[in-house]
């Protein structure tokens, strides 16, 4: 199993970035994105049921940042609208083998990609 997380860069405060993760090995139940700003712990960020009929943000970006998958080309997607400086992190995607959204939050991955950087300048 592997995943393969991209798309990060540098942004001014209220620009937009899209982060990608290709997933292969196997199928999921779970997918989803954390992060982990300088000196703090890894915190949930989004999740989505495989086939995208439950999601779950935690409170600081819903209504900013939007996970989605393809399933042609078995890609997830991280789409981040109006960022923020505290937006400021290492994003990781997650695959979990089963469970919800929710229980991505609480329990994390079963499977993590690599880290990307986001960084959002004020």
């Known amino acids: 199993v592997q995943l393969q997380a991209s798309g990060g860069g540098l942004v001014q405060a209220g620009g937009s970035l899209r982060l990608f993760c290709v997933a292969s090995?196997?199928?999921?139940?779970?997918y989803g994105w954390f992060r982990q700003a300088p000196g703090k712990e890894r915190e949930f960020v989004a999740a989505?049921?495989?086939?995208?009929?439950?999601?779950f943000y935690t409170d600081s970006v819903k209504g900013r940042f939007t996970v989605s998958r393809d399933n042609r080309n078995n890609t997830m997607y991280l789409r981040m609208n109006s960022l923020k400086p505290e937006d400021t992190a290492v994003y990781y995607c997650?695959?979990?083998?089963?469970?919800?959204?929710?229980?991505?939050?609480?329990?994390?991955?079963?499977?993590w990609g690599q880290g990307t950087q986001v960084t959002v300048s004020s």
């Open positions: 997650a695959a979990n083998r089963d469970g919800s959204p929710q229980g991505m939050a609480v329990m994390g991955g079963d499977y």
């Open positions: 090995g196997r199928t999921f139940g779970v």
């Open positions: 989505s049921s495989w086939r995208g009929d439950r999601k």
